[in-house]
Nanobody, 125 residues
């Protein structure tokens, strides 16, 4: 069982930045690919980014490329999602997830079986 915990959400104006964190107390995330998803009200859950474990390969949805950066700090057992140039359409609950495999297999939510409870990102002007 892997319990993931997200943090770092909040309120930000368009053009602003936030950094989300994903950790798993008692579980070493070093060996797992970790993905970020988001879900806005009335919309389906959308894959945002994924980072593989050993080689650190990263993947991004087209909608966030060039603005978001995923990274991991194994010493802190944490995966980050740095979000810059935020837009109103980025507003959503953000979740981290894993399938406990080492390589990212894609950004489809059905591939992942462990999820955090989410953190709210609100972009307002």
């Amino acid at each position: 069982q892997v319990q993931l915990e997200e943090s770092g959400g909040g309120l930000v104006q368009p053009g602003g930045s936030l950094r989300l964190s994903c950790t798993a107390p008692g579980v070493t995330l070093d060996y797992y690919a970790i993905a970020w998803f988001r879900q806005a009200p009335g919309k389906e859950r959308e894959g945002v980014s994924c980072i593989s474990s050993f080689d650190g390969s990263t993947y991004y949805a087209e909608s966030v490329k060039g603005r978001f950066t995923i990274s991991r700090d194994n010493a802190k057992n944490t995966v980050y999602l740095q979000m810059n140039s935020l837009k109103p359409e980025d507003m959503a609950v953000y979740y981290c997830a894993t399938d406990t495999l080492s390589n990212c297999r894609g950004l489809a939510s059905f591939l992942y079986n462990y999820w955090g409870q989410g953190t709210q990102v609100t972009v307002f002007s």
